[in-house]
């Protein structure tokens, strides 16, 4: 059976956005039925409305389904894309991982693969501190965590967090595609070891 997995993100101007679909993409190909979601956005309207390029990102993923538990409870493993907000995963992100309590407790996300990705301003700005905070999450769970680390050539040319792909904002680099391809991959080959 192919592994199913939910590739969420939350994504403010559309870096987390192109390295989710990406990795949609990557893990089709790799074999897994996929589901691509979003975190809602929780900002104020009129924040979001303040700024142009963020509106019209929100506007640009409205055909992409707003995640539910259901899809954690689906899923066999989890892409996570989302950005770096003073050194841990932005709040819309935890907003919607605060709603997976019931699931949490039922031991619905025990034994799931899980990666994840970011971006942040710049190369020290949190990209690290906000993988590990997704992962200490994953570790709660009872996920079997799939980092990247230095398993492919790739991640001596991507700027080499082991964590989990992390880029400045921006479009993606062939490098940056490269890498969010072969963590996709590998999470699929290890969500199908898990599910058996």
């Known amino acids: 059976m192919s592994p199913k ?3 969420l993100f939350y994504s ?3 870096t987390n956005h192109a390295i989710a679909e990406r990795a949609a993409r990557a893990a089709e190909e790799a074999g897994a039925e ?3 979601r979003r975190c809602a956005e929780t ?7 303040g700024q142009d390029a963020w509106r019209a ?6 055909d992409i389904p707003e995640a539910k538990p259901e899809d954690m409870e689906w899923a066999d493993g989890y892409f996570i894309s989302a950005p770096t907000r003073f050194g841990v995963a932005a709040s819309q992100f935890r907003a919607f991982i605060d709603t ?3 699931l949490w407790q039922s031991g619905a996300l025990a034994n799931k693969a899980i990666t994840a990705t970011t971006s942040a301003q710049n190369p020290h700005g949190g990209q ?8 200490v999450t994953a570790m709660h769970w009872g996920a079997i965590i799939v980092p990247p680390g230095y398993a492919d050539g790739v991640k001596f040319e991507d700027g080499g967090n082991p964590y989990g792909y992390s880029c400045e904002p921006g479009p993606l680099s062939d490098t940056g595609k490269k890498s969010i391809t072969y963590q996709a991959k590998r999470l699929v080959e290890y969500a199908a070891k898990i599910s058996g």
């Not at 690290?128 to 992962?135: A, F, K, P, V």
Request: proline share 6%; glycine share 6%; charged share 15%.
């Open 5 to 7: 997995i939910t590739v």
């Open 12 to 14: 403010t101007y559309g």
């Open 34 to 36: 996929v589901r691509l």
């Open 43 to 49: 900002a104020p309207q009129a924040v979001v409305d």
């Open 57 to 62: 990102q929100l506007d640009k993923m409205q």
């Open 100 to 102: 997976l309590g019931p």
């Open 128 to 135: 690290e501190t906000t993988l590990q905070s997704i992962y």
